[in-house]
């Protein structure tokens, strides 16, 4: 019951602060094609998808899929790093594998958020090696 109360209070804010006006479709009736997400939620969902607004785990799953080049690209410096100075340790290898560990990390935390907010297991997103070797000859040979 307390929630229920939080929840129209907000809506009320929101009304008063003039959130729900110029809407796409405002005073028309729904167009609601849509009945997988049957039930209470059809609705919200409806007027949410209208009007451009994702659930935070496709929002997430954007995220993920715009940085993911980052996080590869992090791991081709290491290799060529590598390749560069061979597979000693070395400065510059150290602050390449430093950058793939962090920005894996970071996004990791992203996807671990997407596969506990997406409704099936079959949409959830691979993560990120954050303990990967480059894969190239000379850094089996030595990597960091």
Known sequence: MGF???AEEKIREA?????FTRLAGEGKPLQINDDSMAGDN????SVLRSNGF???WLELRKDIHAERDSVNAALREWEDA?????PARHAVIER?????RTSATAINAKIDLHNLR??????EIVRF????RPTNDQARAGSP
């Open 4 to 6: 229920e109360l939080i």
């Open 15 to 19: 009304i008063d602060k003039g959130a």
């Open 42 to 45: 059809r609705m919200a969902f």
């Open 54 to 56: 994702l659930p935070e």
């Open 82 to 86: 590598i390749e560069r100075f061979g």
């Open 96 to 100: 390449c594998a430093e950058r793939y």
């Open 118 to 123: 997406c409704p099936s297991i079959m949409l």
């Open 129 to 132: 090696r954050e303990d990967a």
